[in-house]
């Protein structure tokens, strides 16, 4: 065997442009949102590949820079892309103070390469390189992540997603004019500090799509009328219904590879499960800014406080004076709503990421987290995925304030039918075991 191939590492968390392939089979590449995909030799027919397992430095938005552990420099790795057939040889070395191996998930494969530390393979200690070598033997969206000490390396942000292309044109795969992809992961990160907690089990605060937190996401910029596919593994610990606005889509693909046509139906919102992978797919034919996000809200904030009382409805102006003479810090939070805090430069400490922020051509979007937005615009080029910048909405077309007169409200009457609920509590008798 030839010496082992140069790692490739990336500095950068800026989006990639699509690595066209130059050898092996032809494909058409993704596009890995804040992320890249890993450069390939080809060795006798093999597809080689280098992944070095580190700890690593991700800027998770500007000015919040984590202690990570990742590969190739960044968490996310870097995205691996084959072809269905292709013969693939993977060195993994160990750069981490700890032992690790990689999974390869909702891949086909020989036992001994699945990567459960213990039962398919002794562990990579600190230092040394394994090799992976398996066919990629059926096409579709997958994902790799470490299977040894898995709640502590998967917390620090190992993970990285895979993407086999059919080889020829499959009956349930369309051509697509972009085909974006992105893992969910979250961290537990108190304000000010720099290394996420390992032992959180539910408790997170900072909700990424590729370890970035929104407004430092990038957008998805596609033409009007082109075929959009969108990528997303779930690496989290838990569920995440990621919505679309202003189009429908189908599910055109899962874990278990792409789905019969037959199968499908139209929806907004696809919930994805821990552990698993979506792909949707869509005609791009509304113009405009449409936003894409989890549909959980908590999702859509960064780091902040939850055992803070609702305070909507609260009058607080005879109490204020009193209480900023025994603490004069004290601030007044929420009576309103918490729309203020988009806006509100409110001092945080050093190293966290504002809680929600990122502004739109009207203002404060009062989102963070997991959110960005969908650009469709006629004429963004074929192959051009930078930003066009905000939607130019044409006359008449936005929402607009009521000038006219309010009349005065009328009470409701009812006129219907239905009669008042019954009050009376029915007692279920005869069967005792009823839960
Ligand atoms: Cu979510």
Redesign the pocket.
């Known amino acids: 065997m030839a010496a082992l191939p140069e790692p490739v590492i990336q500095t950068s968390v800026n989006t990639a442009a699509p690595l066209v392939p130059n050898t092996g089979r032809p494909y058409n590449p993704v596009v890995t949102l804040n992320g890249w995909s890993l450069p390939w030799r080809m060795n006798n027919g093999v597809k080689e590949f280098h992944l070095v397992a580190e700890p690593v430095v991700r800027e998770v938005s500007p000015g919040f820079k984590v202690n990570m552990w990742g590969y190739n420099g960044q968490s996310p790795g870097p995205t691996i892309e084959v072809v269905e057939g292709d013969r693939v040889r993977i060195f993994v070395t160990n750069k981490l103070p700890e032992h690790t191996t990689i999974h390869w998930h909702g891949q086909r494969l020989p036992s001994g390469m699945d990567g459960v530390g213990g039962l398919n393979q002794p562990h990579i200690p600190a230092g040394k390189t394994f090799v992976y070598e398996f066919e990629a033997r059926r096409p579709g969206t997958f994902m790799y992540h470490p299977h040894a000490d898995e709640m502590v390396q998967m917390a620090m942000g190992m993970m990285g997603m895979w993407v086999t292309h059919p080889k020829n044109k499959h009956p349930h795969i369309s051509d697509v004019d972009r085909d974006f992809c992105f893992l ?1 992961n979250a961290f537990d990160i108190e304000p000010g500090s720099k290394t996420p907690k390992i032992n959180t089990m539910l408790d997170f605060n900072i ?1 990424c799509w590729n370890s970035r937190v929104f407004p430092a996401i990038d957008t998805l910029n596609v033409r009007l009328n082109d075929r959009v596919r969108i990528r997303v593994g779930n690496l ?1 610990m ?4 990621i919505h679309l606005h202003g189009h429908e889509f189908l599910v055109t693909g899962t874990d278990g590879g792409p789905t019969p046509p037959s199968t499908r139906w139209y929806e907004v919102t696809t919930d994805v499960a821990v552990g698993q992978m979506r792909q949707i797919e869509l005609i791009a034919d509304e113009e405009g800014d449409w936003a894409i996000h ?3 809200s ?2 859509t904030m960064n780091a902040m406080g939850h055992d803070v009382p609702t305070m909507i409805g609260v009058d607080h102006r005879g109490l204020v004076n009193k209480i900023q003479r025994a603490a004069p810090d004290y601030m007044v939070m929420g009576e309103r709503g918490m729309a203020d805090m988009g806006e509100m430069q409110m001092p945080i400490p050093d190293n966290t990421a504002p809680m929600m922020t990122g502004t739109g051509q009207f203002g404060a979007l009062e989102m963070g ?2 959110f960005t937005v969908f650009k469709v615009r006629k004429d963004q080029k074929l192959g051009d995925y930078s930003d066009p910048g905000h939607y130019k909405f044409p006359p008449g077309t936005v929402a607009y304030e009521w000038t006219g007169a309010a009349p005065a409200a009328t009470r409701a009457t009812n006129t219907g039918s239905a009669t008042p609920a019954n009050a009376t509590a029915v007692k279920p008798t005869g069967h005792k075991g009823h839960h």
């Open positions: 969910l909700w989290t838990t569920n995440h219904p989890c549909h959980k908590h999702h987290g997991m």
